[in-house]
């Protein structure tokens, strides 16, 4: 099978290289195709006629996307309308990457995916109108909202507290707010399920369980050994200029209602993580 996927080089476009490498894959980057240029996009889907476009391009620093709303709505909603577009002309399946930051994050049971939707930054408003524009456009898609990401290839959450640790006996993490760390080989391995399915929609994919940022921060050091202490603090008392949802933990009963398989719970993630 033909696959395109955008953010090839990224994150998770580099653990999707390995997970779906027996397929006729097409890797692009922000160089090699400008998601915000609908011409070049047109013109690039038509060139390798995919029959799986894969989106994992993004702007996912979400306090830059408050200081660079433009270019946050360029590629987190124009782009996906591009891609979307293309995907029609084709007749491709668009799989978009999508996030937990849609909602408002005020609930205290896992999220479903027709639950009220209220984003309340700039990065969850224009992801959620690009989730909108595949909607008007596509009826083969999937949006895949996941949350927490971290993976080899890029900065996440996990290289910043052992970078503290190696620098500081003592430090401080948010303890309000509570999601599931997800190991972007996992997602690969969830997207690769769907690439034959044509059981389209939104669907919740996260690894299983959930944490906050403080107990997960405890738990690296703990399964590290390191002897550093970590104390709790408010989303207040360690200001951001975006404001984070409380309470993002995504339900599974939809994927798992439709035939597929849940993923690993992330403290198994996060050892095979750590021994990388």
């Not at 160089?31 to 047109?42: A, C, F, G, K, Y």
């Not at 690894?207 to 921060?217: L, Q, R």
Request: glycine share 6%.
């Amino acid at each position: 099978m033909r696959i395109l996927i955008t953010g090839g080089d990224g994150m998770l476009g580099t653990d999707l290289r390995e997970v779906l490498k027996s397929e006729d894959l097409i890797l692009t980057n922000h160089e090699s195709l400008d998601i915000t240029d609908r011409n070049q996009v047109m013109e690039k889907i038509k060139e390798y006629k995919p029959e799986i476009v894969i989106n994992c391009a993004a702007m996912t620093d979400v306090d830059g996307c408050e200081t660079k709303k433009d270019l946050a709505y360029k590629l987190n909603a124009e782009g996906p309308k591009n891609l979307a577009l293309a995907s029609k002309e084709i007749d491709a399946t668009l799989i978009h990457i999508s996030t937990d930051y849609v909602f408002k994050g005020d609930k205290k049971t896992p999220l479903k995916e027709d639950d009220e939707i209220g984003p309340i930054s700039i990065y969850g408003k224009s992801k959620l109108k690009g989730e909108k524009n595949i909607e008007d456009i596509l009826d083969k898609y999937f949006i895949l909202r996941t949350a927490w990401l971290y993976g080899k290839n890029g900065t996440n959450f996990i290289e910043k507290i052992l970078e503290l640790t190696r620098n500081h006996d003592r430090i401080k993490v948010v303890n309000d707010q509570e999601g599931s760390p997800t190991f972007t080989k996992d997602l690969a391995e969830g997207i690769r399920q769907v690439i034959n399915s044509d059981k389209y929609g939104i669907y919740h994919l996260t690894n299983s369980g959930s944490t906050t940022w403080y107990d997960f921060a405890r738990l690296i050091i703990k399964k590290k050994d390191i002897n550093v202490k970590v104390d709790s603090v408010t989303s207040e008392e360690f200001p951001s200029i975006a404001p984070r949802p409380h309470y993002s933990v995504l339900s599974h009963e939809k994927w798992i209602k439709n035939g597929f398989t849940e993923l690993r719970d992330y403290e198994k993630s996060l050892d095979d993580y750590l021994d990388l």
